[in-house]
């Protein structure tokens, strides 16, 4: 691309910065930002690569809010607040239409998620998206994976498995007679093309969380980085796990039904543990418990998700 | 990709972390690190994407070694010290012997640059890199590209034009007679594989700089840079610009000398201005002055390099 269209891009972004804590936004040579006094620097980078995590068909809008949501739900995770993120961009060409479009989830995701856009890079190459985003958590206060104690409960919030679904539909895997009804589809598709990073948690995540991971790889696959960094191991009730009325809906048999809410790994809802004490406040599901051992026991079959110990 | 493959990617990166600021490193949702306390946080991210900023016959070795250097650049430009950066790490596939030599660059930047991986993102597509490079600085102290004033004096470190020799070395442009001898084609290579991030500058920038950019786009583009946020002239003086003995033996011309030194955008070198007053070290060369109007003016026709203004 030529100079020109590199500038058009950077027109796009210039107004998606801005902030009290950003000293110095887009425009020089690095970016500057205040990390709160007290507080460490929380960091985490996340590439959506065409064709590997979204189809070509994605909207530019979806495709940016989605890059941002997901990058972000890892601070969430942390226990971290939002403070800004930078984006490198590598993009086919400077089309106008796109570039409207990618700008607008950009904004929205900026607004959504209190994240200025700080800094970034745009490059000329195949379709590819890096998000790294920051936050800050008050000293040695982050909610990392290896808290997890025996006696400790397992939650989950939201419901898991929609974005799994979205998936199936976007892939033309549900046809026919299967064909959830246009509302359904429309909500599931809406899970996966607008994950919310789950921020509305941090406070009690902080507060309670004694580990905690948001859910990239599917429960099953996340929930056994919990227990290996926690050296335990972890129990799951599959009839506790918060399943939509949609998903349900839509999904053509039982067994598929629990391959997305145990196998999806596009939902970015978060998993944590918590002490037995802990009030369960609304919107938090328990799934299950930690227990001393290694590894994650399900009381159901997990049809080939691998590595899992079952019980009952 | 397989999780195995990812997994096997993983542990080349495993040993690149540590140091007394990061109090979480890779194997998290996110990286935790320590902003001194007092400073600022600065961020800089920069991709490298094949076939565009490097040939496929590249060594893994110098490509990761080079993509880590060009975006420390952008900290040293700032006068930040380094604290740590992510990678994200886009490839075809899980080929050990290019991921060992990748690691083994990674490993050197890490060492020479001061610079621990604190966490990233590995996902399979078309060979891309982007480096987020986090550094920080006393309070309102970063060196920006806004602060030149009439009556300071233009500086620049190194030498120009050796990465621009390099390259169209690599691209079969300079041949037969005109070939250079081997030792001279080694260092200008190096200089192309192997940029050094100036953070020997760091201490002096903080003290004196006005304004600082790091040259990525060429002496004549970066230069327009400092001009333009600054609300400046910058008249440069060709026969003070600082170059190689191996760059004066390759070029074919005068004219290709002066495009490659003024053109050039792969040297990482540091421009910056500094009061007239100033004692200006060995290493560092004054190579014209800040006056007032706007634009780059300099002593030579600068062959369709277009937009700059020449004097005499």
Redesign the interface.
């Known amino acids: 691309m030529a100079t020109a269209e590199f500038e058009l891009i950077g027109r796009y972004f210039a107004s998606l910065g801005g902030g009290d804590r950003i000293?110095?936004g887009i425009?020089?040579?690095?970016?500057?930002?205040?990390?709160p006094e007290g507080e460490?620097?929380?960091?985490?980078?996340?590439?959506?690569?065409?064709?590997?995590?979204f189809f070509p068909e994605t909207l530019p809008e979806d495709i940016a809010y989605r890059a941002v949501a997901a990058a972000a739900s890892?601070?969430a995770?942390?226990g971290?607040s939002p403070l800004g993120m930078?984006?490198?961009l590598?993009l086919p060409e400077a089309d106008e239409l796109w570039l409207h479009g990618f700008s607008q989830g950009l904004a929205a995701a900026v607004r959504d998620l209190a994240l200025p856009l700080?800094?970034?890079?745009t490059?000329?190459?195949?379709l590819?998206i890096?998000i790294?985003?920051?936050?800050s958590?008050p000293r040695?206060a982050?909610v990392?994976?290896?808290g997890a104690r025996p006696g400790d409960r397992l939650c989950v919030t939201g419901t898991l498995g929609d974005a799994a679904a979205a998936l199936a539909l976007q892939r033309g895997e549900l046809s026919g007679d299967r064909l959830p009804e246009a509302e359904d589809v429309e909500w599931l598709l809406s899970r996966f093309n607008r994950p919310i990073a789950r921020f509305e948690w941090l406070s009690f995540l902080r507060a309670h969380g004694s580990a905690?991971?948001?859910i990239s790889d599917g429960l099953l696959a996340d929930a056994e980085h919990i227990a290996a960094?926690s050296g335990v191991a972890l129990t799951i009730d599959s009839t506790a796990i918060p399943l939509s009325d949609a998903l349900r809906r839509a999904a053509p048999s039982e067994a598929r039904l629990f391959e997305w809410a145990l196998g999806g790994g596009d939902d970015y809802e978060l998993l944590c543990t918590v002490p037995a004490g802990c009030q369960i406040p609304d919107g938090l599901a328990v799934i299950g418990e930690v227990v001393v051992g290694q590894g994650v026991q399900i009381d159901r079959p997990t049809s080939g998700a691998g590595g899992y110990a079952h019980f009952n």
Chains 1, 2 share one sequence.
């Not at 425009?27 to 990390?35: E, N, R, W």
């Not at 460490?40 to 995590?53: A, L, M």
């Not at 700080?118 to 890079?121: A, F, K, N, Q």
């Not at 490059?123 to 195949?126: A, E, R, V």
């Open positions: 000293a110095l425009g020089d040579d690095a970016a500057v930002f205040d990390v460490q620097c929380v960091v985490s980078t996340d590439t959506q690569v065409e064709y590997v995590h890892d601070l995770a942390m971290a930078t984006l490198a590598t700080m800094g970034g890079d490059t000329q190459g195949p590819t890096t790294t985003v920051h936050g958590v040695d982050a990392t994976r290896g905690a991971i948001d960094a």
